[in-house]
């Protein structure tokens, strides 16, 4: 007994393989700059919390309505904002300094969280201030998105590790995805609404302290004498000519519009077809985090961006069949199913997109160019949020949601008919940069 007491203690004690150990120090080599580390905590904590509100907000607005068009009004009042203020933030984030004007919108946006709480912990809570405050997010929104995709390319170190820390960045996204609508489902169904805003507004403080720590010459405030819309114009034109951005840009815009509002319908699709509760709700958000958590892993371990082209197409295309599938399902157990392989292909294509604009952007557009990337996604998903929840109440949630999944599955066999014209392109672009050679082939991008 003693003799195999030693030796259970002995193989309890051994330390992991070094290959093992070298795995998990590539999956995270990101993290070993330490600005970036310091953002990915504290924007981790952060991201948990404004999972929390996104599920409060929606269950709190179907419980006051019960209304399948205001699911989609409020949507479209939290992203709208953002579509039209966008392309002007672009401008402001390439002139000013990215870590001050970041530091800006996480103290607004725990100002919003904080008033949301106090209305609805308060019982004067109405439709009208959802609306309101939502609208607001949704402007702070329009300079948020582009100046976090854009930061990153400051706190990382070593910029062949861009394409891991975007990777990281959608995990961390994606694992608040997992836990914050858990954490709301049980305190919404146990405690209201109101506890989980006001822990959202609690959980900006972790964001504000890391971005206060981060110490890096981020760049400076760019005098100019140029016009802010001439700026925009040249903006405007880059994305427009240049092939790859532009054909990635609108096949995005056309999964945002298209299969986005699965997620905005999800609270009916709960209530109505599975009878569940908010919970239930919950549950399924969490299916989606846990495929969408598994893809930017799978993403992370990828060794460079060659291919990511490829992957952009065939999970767009999976992701409109899987929505498709989901519109007919009565069943929980396939629905979670089909969820965690929808939000798998959903995020392979989004980060997969995010990667590789950011590696052939210019880098004095790159906060322009995120700009309209900010665009196709809070311009065309609450419209379609808001077109969804119309139609939905006209035709039902099930044949909506098929009509989704077939527009997203559409645009991804377009998009696909495109990759020849793309690959001419972007291959001069990593061969300059030393990614080709990498592999010694200049034709590996799209394998």
């Not at 007994?1 to 030693?6: C, D, E, I, K, T």
């Not at 999956?27 to 409060?56: C, D, E, K, P, V």
């Not at 709208?80 to 002007?88: S, T």
């Not at 052939?360 to 808001?386: C, E, H, Q, W």
Request: glycine share 8%.
């Amino acid at each position: 007994m003693q003799s195999f007491g030693a030796q259970t203690e002995h193989s309890s004690s051994t330390p992991p393989s070094p290959s093992r150990l070298k795995s998990v120090q590539f999956l995270l080599r990101s993290l070993h700059s330490r600005n970036y580390r310091l953002f990915f905590m504290g924007h981790g904590i952060s991201l948990i919390g404004t999972w929390m509100q996104q599920i409060a907000v929606s269950w709190l607005i179907y419980r006051l309505s019960g209304s399948s068009f205001l699911l989609g009004a409020v949507a479209f009042s939290a992203q709208f904002p953002a579509f039209l203020m966008a392309p002007v933030a672009g401008v402001i984030v390439d002139r000013c300094n990215r870590q001050r004007l970041f530091l800006i919108t996480q103290i607004c946006s725990m100002f919003q969280a904080t008033l949301l709480a106090f209305f609805v912990l308060s019982g004067f809570i109405q439709i009208w201030q959802i609306i309101v405050l939502s609208s607001f997010l949704g402007f702070i929104n329009a300079f948020d998105m582009p100046l976090r995709q854009s930061l990153v390319v400051d706190l990382v170190e070593k910029k062949e590790d861009l394409s891991n820390a975007i990777a990281l960045n959608s995990s961390l996204f994606n694992g608040a995805r997992l836990i914050g609508p858990s954490i709301a489902g049980a305190l919404v169904a146990s405690v209201g609404e109101g506890i989980c805003f006001a822990i959202n507004a609690v959980s900006y403080l972790a964001v504000i302290a890391a971005i206060t720590a981060i110490r890096i010459p981020l760049n400076p405030s760019v005098k100019t004498n140029r016009h802010v819309f001439r700026e925009l114009k040249e903006g405007f034109d880059y994305v427009c000519h240049f092939i790859p951005i532009r054909n990635i840009l609108a096949l995005f815009a056309i999964t945002s519009f298209m299969g986005i509002p699965y997620v905005i319908l999800l609270p009916i699709f709960t209530r109505e077809i599975l009878q569940g509760d908010a919970r239930t709700y919950g549950f399924l958000m969490a299916a989606i985090g846990i495929g969408a958590l598994c893809a930017t892993i799978y993403l992370a371990s990828r060794r460079n961006v060659l291919g990511l082209t490829k992957v952009i197409s065939v999970s767009a295309a999976v992701f409109g069949f899987l929505v498709v599938c989901f519109a007919f399902s009565n069943n929980l157990i396939v629905s979670l199913i089909l969820l965690f392989l929808a939000g798998f292909a959903i995020i392979a294509q989004i980060a997969s997109s995010n990667t590789i604009l950011q590696t052939i952007v210019d880098n004095d557009k790159r906060g322009r160019v995120m700009s309209f990337y900010t665009m196709a996604l809070m311009g065309s998903a609450p419209l379609g949020g808001l077109a969804a929840g119309y139609i939905a109440a006209k035709i039902g949630v099930k044949a909506t949601l098929g009509i989704c999944g077939l527009g997203c599955l559409v645009g991804a066999i377009v998009f696909a008919r495109t990759l020849p014209a793309m690959h001419a392109i972007i291959n001069p672009i990593y061969e300059k940069m030393g990614i080709l050679r990498e592999v010694g082939l200049s034709d590996k991008a799209d394998e």
